[in-house]
Nanobody, 115 residues
Framework: QVQLVESGGGLVQPGGSQRLSCAASRTIFSIYTMAWYRQAPGKQRELVARITSGGNTVYADSVKGRFIISRDNAKVTVYLQLNSLKPEDTAVYYC?????????WGQGTQVTVSS
């Protein structure tokens, strides 16, 4: 079992930045593909960004050029740097770990972009 704990959410003004962290509970973290998803009120959960064990990244079109996903296998942590935030980025952000059919989710952290 892998536990994922997100942190770093909160209220931020439009145009601002925020960094989310997701700490995993096991050192085999390095073999997992890690991802961030988000879910806004009344909408489906959607992929924001994904990073493989080899460091390859994929981003949703809506966040390309603004968000950066990274991982530190030594610290068993994955990060999501959110820049140039917009009100439409407001959502609960979830950390996800996947290795073949094995999938884990964090509890989510709220990011609210508002003036």
């Amino acid at each position: 079992q892998v536990q994922l704990v997100e942190s770093g959410g909160g209220l931020v003004q439009p145009g601002g930045s925020q960094r989310l962290s997701c700490a995993a509970s096991r050192t085999i973290f390095s073999i997992y593909t890690m991802a961030w998803y988000r879910q806004a009120p009344g909408k489906q959960r959607e992929l924001v960004a994904r990073i493989t064990s080899g460091g390859n990244t994929v981003y949703a079109d809506s966040v390309k050029g603004r968000f950066i996903i990274s991982r530190d296998n030594a610290k068993v942590t994955v990060y999501l740097q959110l820049n140039s935030l917009k009100p439409e980025d407001t959502a609960v952000y979830y950390c996800n770990a996947q290795h073949y059919q094995i999938i884990y989710w964090g509890q989510g952290t709220q990011v609210t972009v508002s003036s």
